[in-house]
């Protein structure tokens, strides 16, 4: 009897293991069939996370953002990509569930995670013999990207941004402006003009609600260090008397280039998330752009009186929006990226000068940002991270990223219909500043600038 089930037993691990391993095989072929079948065939929603933009519908809506942020998709072998998946495999909710039971934002993570997948890939020898293939200034960029906790030289005098006397509600809206230490006459004017910081009334007609329009406005800038070394001169000193006469200088101890714009991006959630608690909005923006401070306010103003006003700061982000972008592969430009660094469509971003958020929406990119790796295009990484964050920028016709089209800024008032206009000099800030007080009462009640068909067809 015992013979004969050993017998029995034998015959079944023979017989039937093997043949469970091959329904397994079979199974799990198919599964990945199907699934690489059903991305192929729909290439306009494919993985965008993996930062590929999910892009413009035909009718210029944008697509619908996937829930999830696990991607089987290996997209090539870009350096870029390669560190992303390195660190979205910690969040694999099928390997770590933990992690991602406990939601995006508020888990634990940190900067370790990042650290930890960087050298995942970079200590892979493909990945030393590509490196040395990429621009040398990309070379610079990877070489530095894994760190971000550069110190503060220099901060802001009131809590959260110049400009905190004798306030008797919380902000309405911080102007963040990213700058350098030479651009003293942008900051300058802007200081004069559009961002002035205190009470600042809305604009619009005269109306009952007196004081409610309008809202108390700060102004910090945002900088890292010139090089003494290459400027012939070493400049600090005179940022440090800037910034004792005026308060509104966040300085930080890295090197002002293009590639480290993100860096101030980053490092300015960070910030905020420590010191703004009560600071409604943010406005991020160039120091070469003019902004129509009072009609912002009255803008943001609107927003916050829309039904579910609440839950919409969850997500809000206005500004020139561009969709499905691809990156830029003339080597000679500065928004160079060659596809051995990235590869893919970039995310949704809003672009060019100057975009507005909650400041509850800057504490949550501040979470987030910690799980995705420095991207050289600033703009992009915030599009990024607003992809994660399982949303997107909305687009609005008011922010003028390449000028008024046509003769539209000839009219009276022409700069009143607009919330931001790219490009202006310090000179022309202080006359057009000039030109706006004087055509006020005029001005006062125009509508908001929108789209044209002519501009709906450009952005197809
Ligand atoms: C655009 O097209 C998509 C898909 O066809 C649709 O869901 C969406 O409502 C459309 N948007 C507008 C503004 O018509
Ligand atoms: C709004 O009120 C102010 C003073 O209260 C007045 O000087 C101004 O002319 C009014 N503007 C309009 C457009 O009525
Ligand atoms: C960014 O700043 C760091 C610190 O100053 C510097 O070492 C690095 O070269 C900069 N990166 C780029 C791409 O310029
Ligand atoms: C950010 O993360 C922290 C903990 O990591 C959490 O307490 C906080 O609520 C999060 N903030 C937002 C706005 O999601």
């Known amino acids: 009897m015992a013979r004969c089930y050993c017998r029995w037993r034998n015959l079944l691990i023979c017989v039937c293991g ?16 199907c699934l690489s079948l059903n991305s192929t065939g729909m290439p306009t929603v494919l993985n965008p996370l993996h930062f590929v933009a999910s892009g413009t519908f035909s009718n210029g809506s944008f697509a619908p953002l996937p829930k999830t942020f696990w991607e089987f998709h290996l997209h090539g072998n870009a350096f870029w990509n390669r560190l992303q998946l390195a660190i979205d495999r910690h969040f694999n909710p099928i390997l770590r569930s933990k992690n991602t039971k406990k939601g995006f934002e508020s888990s634990i993570v940190n900067d370790s995670l990042l650290r930890q997948s960087f050298s995942e890939v970079t200590n892979l020898d493909s990945t030393r013999r590509d490196f040395y293939k990429l621009p040398e200034l990309m070379r610079d960029f990877v070489v530095h990207m894994n760190r ?12 959260c941004g110049a400009g905190a006397k004798d306030e008797r509600e919380p902000p309405l809206l911080l102007l963040a402006i990213k700058t350098t230490e030479l651009n003293f006459k942008n900051r300058q004017a802007i200081r004069r003009t559009w961002g002035q910081e205190g009470w600042v009334a809305g604009q619009r007609r005269n109306s009952s609600r007196g004081k409610a329009d309008g809202g108390y406005v700060r102004r910090v800038f945002l900088l890292g260090k010139e090089n003494p070394q290459e400027l012939g001169v070493d400049v600090s000193h005179l940022l440090q008397l800037e910034s004792k ?12 280039t293009f590639f480290n714009l993100t860096l101030k ?7 905020f998330s420590d010191v703004c608690d009560q600071t409604r909005f943010v406005f991020k923006g160039d120091d070469d752009v003019f902004v129509n401070t ?9 927003q916050l009186r829309k039904p579910q006003a609440d839950k919409a700061m969850n997500d809000f982000m206005v500004g020139d929006v561009i969709g499905a972008a691809l990156p830029n592969r003339v080597d000679k430009s500065k928004y160079f990226v060659p596809d051995s660094f990235y590869k893919g469509i970039y995310p949704t971003y809003a672009g060019g000068g100057g975009v507005v958020y909650s400041g509850l929406l800057a504490k949550r990119l501040h979470n987030v940002s910690k799980r995705i790796h420095l991207f050289p295009i600033d703009d992009v990484f915030v599009g990024m991270c607003m992809v994660r964050l399982n949303t997107h920028p909305i687009h609005h016709p008011a922010f003028l990223t390449f000028d008024f089209p046509d003769k539209d800024e000839e009219k009276l008032c022409a700069y009143h219909r607009i919330l931001l206009v790219h490009k202006r000099s310090p000179t022309q800030m202080v006359k057009l500043w000039a030109d706006m007080k004087k055509r006020q009462i005029r001005c006062w009640g125009v509508p908001l600038r929108a789209a044209n068909k002519k501009e709906n067809k450009k952005k197809l």
Do not use: E, N
């Open 148 to 159: 971000r906790d550069y110190p503060v030289l220099l901060h802001p005098d009131a809590v």
């Open 294 to 302: 009072p009609r912002m306010i009255s803008f943001l103003q609107d």
């Open 265 to 271: 991006d980053v490092l300015f959630w960070s910030w």
């Open 18 to 33: 093997p043949c469970i391993c091959l329904a397994l095989l079979f199974i799990y072929v198919a599964v990945m069939l």
């Open 245 to 256: 006469r005026y308060g509104d200088i966040l300085q930080w101890d890295f090197s002002d």
